[in-house]
């Protein structure tokens, strides 16, 4: 059974920062792409941040390009998302995905097949 959770979320003022993590279990992690994506109340949910699965390749939504750095640690099954200088704008609950592929994914939610519960982040202003 595959799980994938994330952690580290939470409140912080804007300018702030935020390291969020996903760890996923019940899968070869080494073999798959990732991505965080976030999802604002009234909103769709959009990709933030994606990533090979040897971690080489990364493609980021311009709004958070030179902010957010999305990393992994394939010895721990671990995703990373450190978020700086965040803004009022990135409040969101952001989810961590597990792709079809290896190779680097799409932003498209149909790339992804496992998902996490998500993690609720709030900057205020």
């Known amino acids: 059974q595959v799980q994938v959770v994330e952690s580290g979320g939470g409140l912080v003022q804007a300018g702030g920062s935020l390291r969020l993590s996903c760890t996923a279990s019940?899968?070869?992690?080494?073999?798959?792409?990732m991505g965080w994506f976030r999802q604002a109340p009234g909103k769709e949910r959009e990709g933030v941040s994606v990533?090979?699965?040897?971690?080489?390749?990364?493609n980021y939504k311009d709004s958070v390009k030179g902010r957010f750095t999305i990393s992994r640690d394939n010895a721990k099954n671990t995703l990373y998302l450190q978020m700086n200088s965040l803004k009022p704008e990135d409040t969101a609950m952001y989810y961590c995905?597990?792709?079809?592929?290896?190779?680097?994914?799409?932003?498209?939610?149909?790339?992804?097949?496992?998902w996490g519960q998500g993690t609720q982040v709030t900057v205020s202003s």
């Open positions: 995905a597990a792709a079809r592929m290896s190779s680097l994914p799409s932003f498209r939610t149909t790339d992804f097949r496992y």
């Open positions: 019940g899968l070869n992690f080494a073999d798959y792409g």
């Open positions: 990533i090979s699965s040897s971690g080489r390749w990364t």
